[in-house]
């Protein structure tokens, strides 16, 4: 039985970037991969870093909303956050028990994110890759989609589960699945609308330089009508835009949405200019982020629904998960 599990950090101002570059991977994985699939919002995982907690609880409901919106199913995955199913941290403690300082200290994250002031972060920042190994294990996960910056961390999971079933379990009865890593479809790359050199962003302070999933059609075509560009037609090829950042960005985004290649949608706009291209653009992305955005304010502004979403998702994941932590506790000798 192939069991998929993915995770994201829930974050607000939800934008086109989130959209093409992660959600869509979701949507469709579900009907991509065969098996079931648990989707999840690392809400633990968020309060490594120095975070607002208002801000936390916003965004995951606002993470949940355009999961759904953008056609996460409830009916065929399961979604839900990690807080609502304590066991995630009860693994990651009795794992603590089988990683190994050394391991930790080897992640490039770790070293990239605590940088020249390891004595200053969280002991969760240093703990962090043990909660997602704690994510995957507690399900028996057979795959994970993981990108380049991820591998190590899957690598560490695999590590641990090795070691715990040497350590504590018989050969003939493991109690952690490996689970193996899969490469996800290559995510478009989106950037910011003033600046193609910056990726389209949460935290720049410009929202013009953004179109996020509550922006209705008028202020999609404006934003993109206002789009940075050159005053050069378009090229009938993608080398063409080379040293054009901001044109490739528009005609990336044409082809992210239409499911083409840079050269294909050239191949229909080679030689007209922006007057031309920005309206078809504006118009594609108004009619596909319609049904997403419409459904995005609706549920934004119905907390409950989101809340039963989350707390069906978490309970059928706490059922899935409990003989895996029942078999953890037990082979660590531990008394309940
Ligand atoms: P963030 O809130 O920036 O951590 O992003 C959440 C998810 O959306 C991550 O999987 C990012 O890789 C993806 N993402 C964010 N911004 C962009 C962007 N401009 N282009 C493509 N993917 C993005």
Redesign the pocket.
Known sequence: MMRTLSG??P?????????????RNWVRMQDEMPGEKLYFLADLHAISMPHVPADLTANTRAMTAALVACGIDTDRSLLFNQARVPAHAELQWLLNGTARMGWLNRMTQWKDKAGKNREGQSVALFGYPVLQAADVLLYQTTHVPV?EDQKQHLELARDIAQKFNNDFASEDAPVFTLPEAITPPQ??????LRDGSK?????DPSEMS?IELADDADTVMKKVKKAKTDPEPLPSEAKGLVGRPEALNLVTIYAAVTDKTVDAVLGEFGGEGFGKFKPALGELLVETLRPISTRFNELLGDREALDAILARGASHARELGRPTLDAAYTALGLVR
Not at 11 to 18: A, S, Y
Not at 199 to 203: E, L, P, Q, V
């Open positions: 994201i950090q974050t607000g101002n939800l934008h086109l970037g989130n959209y093409l570059g992660a959600i990108g995510a478009a790359r989106i950037m910011s990726k389209m962003s949460k935290s953004r």
